[in-house]
């Protein structure tokens, strides 16, 4: 079945440094979904991307879908404590699979 | 407020034991997904109803089961309770089954097995 990688598990970095998370899929996805979710609560959408080699920006935070619409990237420029959090990515392909999510701290 | 509701937030209980977890989906939302997150783990999907029919299977043990009512409501029964069922439940919904749905997560139940 549809299985959905995520890199790295954690990311420990100091405030100011930038932040990358990587999503890879086994299957072609219609579409991707980044979601946030904060210590002690729930995930929180983000933003979705559709189209191969779409690319979104808020703020600080840049999403990328592959051309082959099978792997994401999420980059944060300049990370805050506010940023602290574990972040996932989602894909769907006939249903919504979540990757492991990568654990984000950052040190003030 | 994601609009979700669920309940029990806290739930103990002893191994053996059968527990059930409501969720309150969004209004007009159709769609409810459940998940399973163990303590340093991601969200593993559980299972997905559309409109009161089973939609998507995940990785649900066969001790566990789920429905949805007509007023679109959402349970998750799990018994035979082992303590490595302990984790934060999550229920979630979105407006339909297809893709491109925003899904919106309700706060979780945390379950612990003793």
């Known amino acids: 079945g549809q299985q959905v990688m995520q890199i790295p598990q954690y990311q420990h970095v100091q405030e100011g440094e930038d932040f990358t998370t990587y999503c890879n899929s086994s299957?072609?996805?219609?579409?991707i979904q980044w979601y946030k979710q904060r210590p002690g609560g729930h995930p929180v959408f983000l933003i979705q991307l559709v189209k191969s080699g779409e690319v979104k920006k808020q703020k600080r935070l840049t999403f990328q879908f592959g051309e082959a619409k099978k792997n994401s990237s999420l980059h944060i420029t300049a990370t805050q404590t506010t940023d602290v959090g574990t972040y996932f990515c989602a894909g769907y392909n006939n249903d919504m699979r979540f990757g492991a999510g990568t654990r984000l701290t950052v040190k003030p | 407020d994601s609009g979700v509701t669920q309940t029990p937030k806290h739930l103990i209980t002893a191994t053996g034991q059968r527990v059930t977890l409501r969720c309150s989906p969004r209004?007009?939302?159709?769609?409810v997904y459940w998940y399973q997150q163990s303590l340093d783990q991601g969200l593993q999907f559980l299972i997905q109803?559309?409109?009161?029919?089973?939609?998507a299977k995940g990785n649900i043990l066969e001790r566990f089961s789920a429905q949805q009512f007509p007023d679109l409501h959402s349970e998750l029964n799990l018994s035979s309770l082992e303590l490595g069922d302990s984790a934060l439940y999550f229920c979630?919904?979105?407006?339909?089954?297809?893709?491109?749905?925003?899904?919106?997560f309700g706060e979780g139940s945390w379950l612990t097995v003793v």
């Open positions: 979630a919904s979105s407006v339909d089954e297809g893709a491109g749905n925003t899904i919106y």
């Open positions: 209004s007009g939302d159709l769609s």
């Open positions: 299957t072609t996805l219609s579409n």
């Open positions: 109803y559309y409109n009161g029919e089973e939609r």
